[in-house]
């Protein structure tokens, strides 16, 4: 099984958007058995409460299932399950390597799958209101993401 973590500060906004939709990405392309997907917050503001009333519109709107997601809090053993832990803004990159340590091959920035570099952070719309944003930036990142480990592990 390979493991994918999404990380973000309150774990209700941006990490648990990529999680559903990576998952559904995953499914589409009948690899639920090989690649399995989490999420969790550098904070812990939010621990235990579902994701924030405009990341539940958002995926409704594009019919993409987000029941049961819960927020939680990133730890050390996260990078010990996990084989990607992905980073949504710089600061949640600097807060998780103070956890492991500056080079941790596991960690890698969300910003990193996207085509149009001018982004240098995932937009945190809890802040800009924006989720039409952030989505479109998580749904080209979890495409990208899902064909990079079809290549790195060759799945099909
Ligand atoms: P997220 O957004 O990191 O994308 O889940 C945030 C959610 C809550 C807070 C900050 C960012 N907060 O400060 O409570």
Redesign the pocket.
Known sequence: MIKVLFV??????????AEAVFRHEVEKAGLTEQIEADSA???D??IGKP??HG?QQKLTEVGIPYKGLL?RQVTIQDFDEFDYVIG??NS?IRNLRQLVGSDHPKLMRFVDLLADSSYQE?P????TGDFEE?YQLVKEGCENLLLLIQKDRLLS
Do not use: E, Q
């Not at 973000?8 to 958007?17: D, E, F, H, Q, V």
């Not at 945190?124 to 802040?127: C, T």
């Open positions: 973000c500060l309150g774990n209700i906004c941006r990490s648990p958007m917050g550098t904070g503001y939010h994701p924030h990341t927020a949504m803004d949640n995932v945190d719309p809890y802040f952030t």
